[in-house]
T-cell receptor, first 108, second 114 residues
């Protein structure tokens, strides 16, 4: 099946810093979503981005489907950005395969 | 709020017991997916139902079963519980069953098996 890798596994930032999270996948995909899991465990949809670039406030994402990777950019990070960021991909329309996540800690 | 409702939020039970987790999808969504998040296995797909029928199975144990009812809510039944079943169980829904649909996740049910 499809494999999903994320890097870095852990990231510690000072408030106000920028960061880039990466997701690599082993096969072509029809669906890619980025999620933020907050400290309470809730999975929050950030982007649906099987290809192209999208922006939502301080967050943006780019997926280069032909090269099988996606990037999530967080600018001017805030303590509320802390948590785990997952990318998930779906290529057969059956289910998501999640990456292992990037744990982000934003320090005040 | 994703519009997907999961109950209960927390469940504490003993080994050997059976529990039922419930999921109500977003209004109009026909697909329901179940996922398990454990510390050692990460987020893993369990099963997918579309309009009442099983569409795909993932790493779901034989002790676990699910169904989707005519009103489209779904239940995940876990039986003969073991300590290793302690995890966060998520339900997600999407408009249809295809890969092009966005999946929206509920808040999860945290199961603790003692």
């Amino acid at each position: 099946g499809i494999q999903v890798e994320q890097s870095p596994p852990d990231l510690i930032l000072q408030e106000g810093a920028n960061s880039t999270l990466r997701c690599n996948f082993s096969d072509s995909v029809n669906n890619l979503q980025w999620f933020h899991q907050n400290p309470w465990g809730q999975l929050i949809n950030l982007f649906y981005i099987p290809s192209g670039t999208k922006q939502n406030g301080r967050l943006s994402a780019t997926t280069v489907a032909t090269e099988r990777y996606s990037l999530l950019y967080i600018s001017s990070s805030q303590t509320t950005d802390s948590g785990v960021y997952f990318c998930a991909v779906d290529n057969y329309g059956q289910n998501f395969v999640f990456g292992p996540g990037t744990r982000l800690s934003v320090l005040p | 709020d994703s519009g997907v409702t999961q109950t209960p939020k927390h469940l504490i039970t003993a080994t050997g017991q059976r529990v039922t987790l419930r999921c109500s999808p977003r209004s109009g969504d026909l697909s329901v997916y179940w996922y398990q998040q454990s510390l050692d296995q990460g987020l893993q797909f369990l099963i997918h139902y579309y309009n009442g029928e099983e569409r795909a199975k993932g790493n779901i144990l034989e002790r676990f079963s699910a169904q989707q009812f005519p009103d489209l809510h779904s239940e995940l039944n876990l039986s003969s519980l073991e300590l290793g079943d302690s995890a966060l169980y998520f339900c997600a829904s999407s408009a249809s069953g295809g890969a092009l649909n966005i999946q929206y996740f509920g808040a999860g049910t945290r199961l603790s098996v003692l």
